[in-house]
């Protein structure tokens, strides 16, 4: 048979999916609902006793060696600690003491289908498992990767919400005139527009350049969001000139900012919504959407636009207020 790189699988006029290989120089063909279906099937047919060797292993085994091999050395702190936390909540206590070799599509469905009410972690969930099985099935330790016929609820993103104008106002009011030991964080966070864990990581003295007024941001989520964000010397002047100027947890920064929203009213407003705040602002003040994607770390444009703007009503108006038709009397 062809090594398993050298296969084709194409999907037909039918719906059907069809997995083409050469054995002993005559083609035949394997068909199934979906490419993992050919793929196992195809896997059971070269390597009928291959699962056998995988019998002994369980899942938790060959994870941990996943994890050491692959990801500890690979992934930040906090998205480590993620991945861990997904796995030890969802994941192990349902297969973790299952052989490897015996894992079905049918199982990791289960796990799925108990995810439907949380669609950003099992996606999280999903990426992650799958590529913990496929570096087992590159590794010839299993025929076929489960992961491919499971059908997971697509995590589509929050659009959140900034905060109006108003809203901005009295928050700002409010903290100020109370004190309130959340103001420095609320400050920071919307002038600069960071993540919750990525103004709580900054170092006060190597990640901030006080003399150009630059700040270091160590953005873990994917290679763009580790940036410089350039910003006023107010600003800069907030932040401690100590290595860990901010000593809250992210736990303890949520929970207080959520106090201050009871308090205030405030509906369908997050910590994160300083974030998309920040972001309206800049596009409302005229700052290029190319500046902006680069200030919040996105890979694409497309994110900044689609998902962080939320132009205000006041703003709206004062743009059409600036068109005129002459063609209409």
Excluded at 168 to 189: A, C, F, G, S, W
Aim: hydrophobic share 35%; charged share 25%.
């Amino acid at each position: 048979m062809k090594n398993k790189r050298d296969i084709r699988v194409r999907k037909r006029s039918n719906g059907l999916y069809e997995l083409r290989y050469t054995h002993e120089g005559k083609q035949h063909s394997i068909y199934g609902q979906s490419i993992g279906e050919c793929r196992m099937k195809y896997g059971t047919l070269k390597n009928p006793n291959k699962t056998n060797s995988t019998h002994a292993m369980t899942f938790l085994a060959w994870y941990e060696k996943w994890l050491r091999l692959y990801k500890v050395d690979n992934l930040k702190e906090q998205s480590l600690n993620n991945l861990k936390g997904i796995f030890n909540n969802h994941i192990l206590p349902l297969i973790g003491n299952k052989a490897l070799g015996r894992i079905s599509s049918q199982d990791l469905q289960v796990i799925f289908n108990n995810m439907r009410s949380i669609p950003r972690q099992a996606t999280i969930a999903y990426i992650q498992l799958n590529s913990c099985f496929e570096q087992a099935y590159r590794l010839n330790i299993l025929s076929h990767n489960p992961c491919l016929a499971v059908v997971i609820k697509k995590d589509k993103g929050s659009k959140g919400r900034a905060l109006t104008k108003e809203e901005e106002q009295q928050l700002i009011d409010y903290v100020k005139r109370t004190n309130n030991p959340m103001q420095v964080y609320i400050y920071l966070y919307l002038a600069l527009g960071v993540r919750r864990s990525e103004l709580l990581s900054i170092d006060g003295i190597n990640d901030v350049d006080r003399q150009n007024n630059i700040v270091h941001v160590r953005g873990s989520k994917t290679e763009s969001s580790d940036r410089y964000i350039q910003t006023l010397p107010s600003v800069v002047a907030l932040i401690p000139q100590t290595h860990k100027p901010f000593l809250w947890t992210a736990d303890k920064v949520n929970r207080k900012f959520k106090e201050i929203c009871d308090t205030l009213g405030f509906e369908g407003i997050t910590l994160h919504s300083l974030r998309h705040t920040f972001a309206t602002r800049c596009i409302e003040s005229g700052v290029s959407d190319i500046v902006v994607q680069k200030w919040l770390g996105h890979a694409s444009i497309t994110m900044t636009l689609d998902r962080y703007t939320h132009i205000s009503e006041e703003f709206k108006q004062q743009e059409i207020d600036k068109l005129t038709y002459d063609f209409i009397p």
